[in-house]
């Protein structure tokens, strides 16, 4: 595997399931990157990872709880969804901060809940 | 805060012509960073070119190149000789730097490109 990998790549959920997104990166970055991606919005930047610690949650509801138990892992756990959270849902990684490292984007996860 | 604004939602040009999309930006911080992204209807985001602010020249990267116009704080993409396989979604996005170890990403709306035969 290489690159930034998520599963599943589609994911359809009643609204009392609980459910996770897997993203794997084979890339030895450290920081790694939830988003969001909604129909006719601009990507939404929903968590990021340093060296596993989290270090921006960006005022995402609870029902939206992440994970990352190493700089290559990073789970998204979802629990009690609304219809609008369907969307594709984007991992990302890079290599170190500063602004010129660009981000390296997984397939996404498209999630619809019904 | 951090603002990018794409104002064409679709473009259409014809195979082997050049095609420019629109990105305009909006920051306070004296160091940023200016990318292209391309989204396939697969999905993925896929990295195209990089635009330091301080840079003095123009990025280029194969038949893409960022004509970066500080002072107008524009950053637009020039597609020369487009092929079919560039039809996709286009996003502009601004970084700044964030925590010193990771980067924080501003995208706009997107353009979508379709190349016609």
């Known amino acids: 595997e290489t690159g930034v990998t998520q599963t599943p790549r589609h994911l359809v959920m009643g609204m009392t399931n609980k459910k996770s997104l897997k993203c794997e990166q084979h890339?030895?970055?450290?920081?790694m990157y939830w988003y969001k991606q909604s129909a006719k919005k601009p990507l939404e930047l929903m968590f990021v990872y340093n060296f596993k610690e989290q270090t921006e949650n960006n005022s995402v509801p609870s029902r939206f709880s992440p994970e990352c138990p190493n700089s290559s892992h990073l789970f998204l756990h979802l629990h009690t969804l609304q219809p609008e959270d369907s969307a594709l849902y984007l991992c990302a990684s890079s290599l170190r901060g500063g602004s010129s490292y660009e981000q390296y984007f997984g397939p996404g996860t498209r999630l619809t809940v019904t | 805060a951090q603002k990018i604004t794409q104002t064409q939602p679709g473009m259409f040009v014809q195979e082997k012509e050049a095609v420019t999309l629109d990105c305009t930006y909006d920051?306070?911080?004296?160091?940023?960073?200016l990318f292209w992204y391309k989204q396939p209807s697969s999905g993925e985001m896929i990295f195209l070119i990089y635009?330091?602010?301080?840079?003095?020249q123009n990025a280029t990267e194969g038949r893409y190149s960022l004509n970066f116009q500080k002072a107008r704080k524009s950053a637009n993409l020039v597609i020369s000789a487009s092929q079919l396989g560039d039809s996709a979604m286009y996003f502009c996005?601004?970084?700044?730097?964030?925590?010193?170890?990771?980067?924080?990403?501003?995208f706009g709306t997107g353009t979508r490109l379709q190349v016609t035969l």
């Open positions: 635009q330091g602010s301080y840079d003095q």
């Open positions: 996005a601004m970084s700044q730097e964030f925590t010193g170890t990771a980067s924080k990403l501003t």
């Open positions: 890339l030895g970055h450290n920081a």
């Open positions: 920051t306070s911080d004296p160091s940023y960073g």
